[in-house]
């Protein structure tokens, strides 16, 4: 949740700069928020013994990775007015909530 907020509030502020940026930015942090959530599901699958087994149960994971992928590679071969710079502050949007969170079990 933390993620979605921090790529909530990266959108907005790009929309000071531009609509492109703003939507360059959701596109990178949706399919960097999706992988990542894949992750953590597929090492949940790894960990604790499951009753589902084998390539079917990581099927759905992997075709959510694959189609975020895609559409992150549409974006920034297709469309012109993809913007570079926000699609990077958007790929980062993972990383500033796993540090936010690292700072937060230090205090507390």
Known sequence: MRSIGIAAA?????????????????????????????????????????????????????????AGAAALGIALLRWRGFEPVAGMAGLSVVVLAIGAELLRRRKG
């Not at 990266?10 to 596109?27: D, E, K, N, Q, Y």
């Not at 894949?38 to 959510?64: D, I, M, N, S």
């Open 10 to 66: 990266g959108a907005i502020a790009a929309l000071f700069f531009s609509w492109r940026a703003a939507v360059s930015l959701t596109i990178a942090a949706a399919v960097v928020i999706f992988s990542f959530l894949v992750l953590e599901k597929l090492t949940e699958r790894l960990v604790p013994p499951q009753e589902k087994k084998g390539f079917r149960a990581v099927l759905p994971l992997l075709l959510v990775t694959a």
